[in-house]
């Protein structure tokens, strides 16, 4: 059965970048909601004990009439594990190691990484996300609606898919709307600010 994760900081700590509300509230409420509507689908079947990703990478094999439930709620719930981690209050400034070497070379520094990860996150129609992803041996920026993601991406299994999740930033309204309105670009301005290299480095597999 799904828990919801304790954050390894305050609510109020990415203040002024994400609001104190905002947090508390994305968090308890909302991540919550996405696992507990992902245990009420999972509830009798043999998929609920194990790994939210395990799921949804053998999405068919969940009985039909849950999948739909499962793929929005399930894949929240592994959206906003991520989002968490990719944040900090110690967090801003630029990638180092391999993977400032590996943005170096796809993007051509961390500027132009910068520029096309906002226009991802700022042209997500509704509600979705923005993410950098490995493949391989490259980096590339995507966009997601709702709550797919790159392991999730629709009904593809993670198998199926060699995209690795290295950042992501949460463009549904809740996240920013409190604070920032309908001013979405002044919340992923807000973002860069609070964005935990160190975490994103530790997901980059270095080849």
């Known amino acids: 059965m799904l828990t919801l994760p304790e954050l390894s900081y305050d609510y109020s700590a990415l203040e002024p970048h994400i609001d104190a509300k905002t947090m508390e509230i994305h968090h308890s409420k909302h991540h919550k909601a996405y696992v507990d509507k992902t245990n009420a689908a999972l509830e009798g079947t043999e998929f609920l ?10 999405l068919d094999q969940v009985p ?10 399930g894949g929240g719930v592994i959206n906003h594990n991520m989002f968490w981690m990719c944040l900090s209050p110690q967090g801003g400034g630029e990638p180092e190691g391999g993977l400032k070497s590996a943005i170096d070379d796809a993007f051509g520094g961390f500027e132009p990484l910068k520029i096309k990860f906002t226009e991802a996150a700022l042209t997500q129609f509704g509600s979705g996300w923005a993410w950098l992803v490995q493949d391989g041996e490259n980096l590339s920026v995507i966009k997601t609606s709702n709550q797919d993601s790159p392991l999730t991406m629709g009904e593809t299994a993670i198998a199926e898919s060699p995209l690795r999740p290295i950042l992501c930033i949460d463009v ?3 996240a920013y709307y409190l604070k920032y309105q309908n ?9 860069w600010n609070v964005v935990d290299w160190k975490e994103a480095g ?6």
């Open 202 to 207: 530790r997901k980059f597999v270095d080849k």
């Open 183 to 191: 001013r979405r670009p002044e919340y992923v301005e807000a973002f």
């Open 49 to 58: 004990d194990k790994p939210i990703e395990e799921i949804i990478s053998n």
């Open 64 to 73: 039909e009439d849950k999948r739909a439930a499962i793929r929005n709620n």
């Open 172 to 174: 549904w309204e809740h």
